[in-house]
């Protein structure tokens, strides 16, 4: 079967193209520049080597016909045996020798031997003598030399030859040498050919070597082909967080270059929240982990979005949960106010209502910080509570848990096992595959649900933009800033646990009873 009638050949060709060419757009500037050292050292070659002349004279072969007409063939066909005869003599020592006694160039037989090239044309008489010099003129005096010093070789062996006789062949000069105008050598065309090509096979075999050492995560592609994990989004990279507030809504920056990266952004994650509601169209995830490898890679920002466009965009009450124990930041990210929190929740040491906090102007969207420290988090995340908990919120809720990175510690692990599934978060150019890898596994020996990966700090321009298959940064340049959440900042009523005594901050969502909430929950996963 071909590729003309089997399709799988045809785009297995045709991937395999793409990550060439993929593979040579990432590493175009090194390879570009071994292309050019190259040829640049190609022609720094030729401009150092010797210049090399050739200079070509002809002799031919004469063999005596005498008075009768009848002996012209025998006498043709004598000519051209001997000719393949003197072809030899004309390479041999004793030429040179002669050259150098007739002292017409100032060098050492086998030097001057070393220049002579003999070529008998097959089926003719002739015999072409090819000499090369520094110079034109050398050349030409070496060849005219030679072809001299070889008829009067060939004439001293016929003399001592006392069988030819009188029917002794002869070799006389019938074409003098001309004085070559430029080298042959070096030659700068060839030379630069060479070095491109060369160039070349180095360069592919550089981006080879870097690709199979660069073990970054490079493309969303490769994680659906190689992990056999969905992709649920690619968020785009936006500097503008980093200098200033981590949530959209909170960004004061009016310049085109922000509202473009705004807008790519929140389109990225409204693609987020829609391939969330479709991973299981029946009863999609309400409590979900958000986690990722390592640290830095960006979860708890992807978090705190995400929160903020399910709120503004499914119509459902959604709460997020700093479950990051050992360094908790989104109550910083959201502005909210720090102290107690879910540790104190799980402690027994303060209700719900009591620390739960909205966030801003949204009625919809509530942040239970992490509390204080404890010396046991993996304890108090896989504990009894900590499953009624999220079984009370997850019935009339959509519940984010922002996990510690997976491969540190195993938080995320055991978190997950009260949840519906687990986000898992990548961070393009910096989580590496086997990193990636080791997280995937960690999570599927611990019996929770991958419910895909997110591929997080896209580049948005450039070649790596195509690379990561991220297009659509600049779609939305003309359209107005799409409305989120304000600023997240507690009502002027709340308060906060202090010690061992606690004051409800505001009016939490309504709550099922957690034995009713744990039952109907346990239920609805029994789904998957």
């Known amino acids: 079967m071909d590729a003309e009638t ?10 395999s193209l793409r990550d060439f060419v993929r593979m040579i757009r990432t590493y175009w500037m090194g390879a570009l520049l071994i292309i050019a050292l190259s040829i640049a050292s190609g022609a720094v070659w030729t401009l150092f080597q010797p210049q090399v ?45 002669r050259v150098e006694k007739a002292g017409v160039v100032k060098q050492s037989a086998g030097v001057l031997l070393g220049r002579i090239t003999a070529l008998q044309p097959q089926d003719t008489v002739l015999i072409e003598i090819t000499a090369k010099g520094p110079t034109g003129d050398s050349a030409r005096t070496l060849a005219d030399a030679w072809i001299t010093a070889m008829s009067e070789q060939i004439e001293a062996i016929q003399g001592n030859d006392g069988v030819i006789g009188a029917q002794n062949t002869k070799f006389v000069s019938v074409s003098k040498a001309a004085t070559p105008n430029s080298p042959v ?16 096979l180095l360069a592919i075999a550089y981006a080879v070597i870097r690709q199979h050492l660069d073990r970054r995560i490079r493309s969303a592609d490769v994680l659906e082909q190689r992990y056999g994990t969905s992709v649920l989004g690619t968020i785009p990279m936006n500097p503008f967080l980093r200098k200033g507030s981590q949530l959209l809504s909170q960004l004061t920056e009016t310049s085109t270059e922000s509202r473009h990266a705004s807008f790519a952004m929140a389109e990225s994650l409204r693609e987020l929240r829609t391939n969330l509601s479709y991973v299981d169209v029946d009863n999609p995830p309400q409590v979900f982990v958000v986690t990722s490898p390592n640290p830095g890679e ?10 903020e466009t399910l709120a503004v965009n499914s119509g459902k009450n959604v709460v997020v949960i700093d479950c990051d124990l050992r360094r908790p930041t989104l109550s910083k990210i ?4 720090e102290g107690a929190g879910l540790t104190d929740v799980l402690s027994g040491r303060a209700e719900l209502q009591q620390v739960i906090q909205p966030c801003g102007d949204s009625e919809k969207l509530w942040i239970l910080g992490a509390g204080r420290i404890p010396p046991n988090p993996s304890e108090l995340l896989g504990s009894r509570a900590m499953k009624e908990l999220l079984a009370a919120l997850g019935e009339q809720s959509i519940v984010i848990l922002d996990a510690p990175p997976i491969l540190p510690v195993t938080d995320a692990v055991v978190l997950a096992n009260s949840a519906d599934g687990v986000v898992l978060v990548a961070s393009a150019r910096n989580t590496t595959y086997e990193q990636f890898g080791r997280a995937q596994q960690l999570i599927k020996r611990g019996g929770a649900h991958l419910l895909g990966t997110v591929l997080n700090r896209v580049p948005t321009s450039g070649q790596d933009a195509h690379q990561y298959g991220y297009y659509g940064g600049t779609y939305y340049a003309n359209e107005e800033t799409p409305a989120t959440t304000a600023t997240a900042q507690p009502s002027d009523e709340s308060t906060v646990v202090e010690g061992d005594s606690a004051t409800p901050i505001a009016a939490a969502t309504p709550l099922a009873a957690p034995e009713e909430a744990t039952s109907r929950r346990t239920v609805r996963r029994s789904g998957h």
């Open 6 to 15: 089997n399709p799988d050949i045809v785009n297995d060709n045709d991937r």
């Open 53 to 97: 002349f050739e200079a070509k004279a002809t002799g031919i072969v004469q063999a005596p016909r005498g008075n009768d007409p009848s002996n012209a063939y025998s006498s043709e066909a004598l000519s051209k045996s001997q000719a393949a005869s003197y072809a030899t003599v004309a390479t041999s020592l004793a030429v040179a020798e």
């Open 185 to 200: 050598s070096p030659n700068v065309i060839i030379a630069l050919v060479l070095a491109t090509i060369t160039g070349t």
């Open 298 to 307: 960006g979860k708890s920002t992807l978090s705190a979005n995400l929160a």
């Open 334 to 337: 959201f502005n909210a106010v």
